[in-house]
């Protein structure tokens, strides 16, 4: 029988690259926040009552940290309450529910990496809820995969590549954080690594015990927010991408330059041992997924700057045979 698979925030970052890698598992059904509010509880609920899957991936959020601060109650309801709710149902359905946290709900205070074991502590509201989500679906005591990310980004959606690139083409001198520390992850990083866990529960035979629980996911290294951008820029660069700032000109800054409503942990590198050595996987260095996203953002880039043109050819036409 083939494996129904529900699919939550499909236009967000990671759930744009998961849909087509996992119907190549099973049929998915996919929704947006137009389709499927995480924010409307009957409506998630009778979502799943109609599909029946057999595996549930939430790629869906309230991810504008700095507006949860103002806005906490809309973000516990995506972020805590729809979690707990989809783990509810997927217990009913006897359906395995894959589920995106974030590194976040850490205070960033250690000077090592973060295992699952140790104890959060978020710094922000959105660090809050989402750790209250964490809880909602161990409690429901059903089967679960969570992954702790952190520092997505990739060609679709608001991230801080996307911002780097436009800013760079726009200025001559950037102003970047450097006291801030994690591992930047593509969501291709992450969704790959979904559709294998995904693909390894549907193998596994019903005599045997899935590894189900909490897991770190994040590309291997350290970086900061300075260095992310650099090797950005640099990237973008080479490829030719007509950018205004040159590396020497991206200046760091301390966190005390760049107050921000939402406080953000110090370091928020994740240890990825458990994940790797539970299901044999190889998480590449941070850097190596940055030229293909700035590739992409730089094509669009030249497409929008072509479809410009071409707009506005008919009306300089005209003006040019009005004179």
Known sequence: MTKRILLLGKNGQVGSALEAPLARLGNVFAYDRLTCNLSDPDKLGAVVETIKPNVIVNAAAYTAVDQAEKDESACNLINSQAPSILAAAATRHNALLVHYSTDYVF????????????????????????LAGDYGIRDASGKYIILRVGWVYSETGKNFAKTILRLASERERLTIVNDQFGAPTSASLIANTTVEIVRRYFDTPPTTTFPYG????????????????????????????DLRVDT????????????????????????????????????????SDVSGVVYQLAAEHALDRLRAFTSNRPQAAAATRSR
């Open 107 to 130: 205070d960033g205070m250690q000077d090592r990496a973060y295992v699952e074991t140790d104890a959060p502590n978020p710094l922000n509201s959105y660090g809050r809820s989402k």
């Open 214 to 241: 909490l897991y770190h996911l994040a590309a291997a290294g350290r970086a900061s927010w300075h260095d992310f951008a650099l090797e950005l820029v640099t990237e973008a660069r080479r490829i030719g991408h």
């Open 248 to 287: 020497q000109n991206i200046v760091p800054i301390p966190t005390e330059q760049y107050p921000t409503p939402a406080l953000r942990p110090q370091s928020a590198v994740l240890n990825t041992l458990k994940l790797r050595e539970t299901f044999n996987l190889s998480l590449p260095e941070w850097r």
